[in-house]
């Protein structure tokens, strides 16, 4: 992944798309191109549109995803609640691992940890 981020920083991107990728009609200028690959005209966009509308849920809801995991790493007391209540202990602890609830360094915690008391969490 950082490697592509490098990548669309540092060196030039072609797009040779012919086709509005929500109408299906031939592009005419003025033309928007996402870095995703997407092409649309202009008209078929809504004002305020800048983000493509293709991919924008996909993204939202992966952003989603990760927003109620690093939630749940801010939550050890439910860990150790499920740890001690399971029969399966090393259960409890590969699925935290899995959902990289571990992955969370000190730091991190403490300043997630702040930014949701001082949003009123």
């Not at 490098?6 to 929500?22: E, I």
């Amino acid at each position: 992944m950082k490697a592509e981020a490098t990548k669309l920083k540092t060196q030039q991107h072609v797009f040779q798309n012919s086709r509005c990728a929500a109408t299906g009609q031939p592009l005419e200028l003025p033309v928007v191109h996402f870095l995703c690959g997407h092409s649309f005209n202009l008209r078929s966009l809504g004002e305020n549109d800048r983000e493509c509308p293709l991919c924008t849920p996909d993204f939202k809801r992966v952003l989603d995803i990760r927003h109620n995991m690093k939630a749940g790493a801010l939550k050890p007391d439910e860990f150790f609640t499920q740890l001690n209540a399971s029969a399966d202990g090393f259960g409890v602890v590969a699925e935290h691992f899995g959902r990289g609830l571990m992955n969370m360094t000190a730091q991190s915690l403490a300043s997630q940890s702040n930014a949701a008391l001082a949003s009123g969490l």
